[in-house]
């Protein structure tokens, strides 16, 4: 399985996202971007200049695309773009979009509120018909990198953290499993 995750627009949630998947499916984790990936997920992650194309991967693509991302792109299993409710990450968004040749794109409300998801949802299914899942802000997206833990795994390390963390990766979850079915199915 090859899923790539990618938006022009920074700050949207790529990295902490493509991590977690990473980690809760057991793949690799490529990224183009400088970040802590090799720190928290030793022997699984590699930062490189030009990634490859290889089985059983998370790509976390930077906020640039060149002919060796948009191959990437084309052949990935799904092509994951997490964004935000601002109108710079909506531009850049239908930007990317439009520059992909692969029908297996999901959206990503990431860091949403109620209001933001509808807006997003509204807008996106309209114009291109994609799955939309909602990822609410939350401060376990921040915890993934400090305890070298998926999403998931976070929540489900205590009876409090199930507890504490019970709304806030419901959206997270029901993208694993859709990931999973398709794959499986």
């Known amino acids: 399985?090859?899923?790539?995750?990618?938006?022009?627009?920074?700050?949207?949630?790529?990295?902490?996202?493509?991590?977690?998947?990473?980690?809760?499916?057991?793949?690799?984790?490529?990224?183009?971007?400088d970040s802590v990936i090799e720190i928290a997920y030793p022997d699984m992650a590699k930062?490189?200049?030009?990634?490859?194309?290889?089985?059983?991967?998370?790509?976390?693509?930077?906020?640039?695309?060149?002919a060796g991302?948009?191959?990437?792109?084309?052949?990935?299993?799904?092509?994951?773009?997490?964004?935000?409710?601002?109108?710079?990450?909506?531009k850049k968004t239908v930007s990317l979009i439009n520059e992909i040749e692969n029908d297996n794109i999901i959206l990503?409300?990431?860091?949403?509120?109620?209001?933001?998801f509808k807006e997003i949802e509204t807008f996106f299914k309209k114009k291109f018909g994609f799955p939309i899942f909602e990822i609410k802000n939350s401060r376990i997206w921040k915890k993934t990198f400090e305890e070298s833990k998926s999403a998931s795994e976070i929540k489900n390390s205590s009876k409090i953290n199930q507890y504490v963390y019970r709304n806030s990766i419901d959206g997270y979850e029901k993208l694993l499993n859709f990931i999973k079915e398709k794959n499986n199915g």
């Open 1 to 33: 399985m090859k899923i790539s995750i990618i938006n022009k627009k920074g700050g949207v949630g790529k990295t902490s996202l493509a991590y977690s998947l990473a980690k809760d499916l057991e793949l690799y984790l490529l990224s183009n971007d």
């Open 47 to 66: 930062i490189m200049e030009h990634p490859k194309l290889i089985d059983n991967v998370v790509y976390d693509f930077g906020g640039f695309v060149d």
């Open 69 to 90: 991302v948009i191959d990437i792109l084309n052949k990935s299993d799904f092509v994951i773009i997490p964004l935000t409710s601002d109108l710079n990450s909506f």
């Open 108 to 116: 990503v409300a990431n860091k949403a509120e109620k209001e933001d």
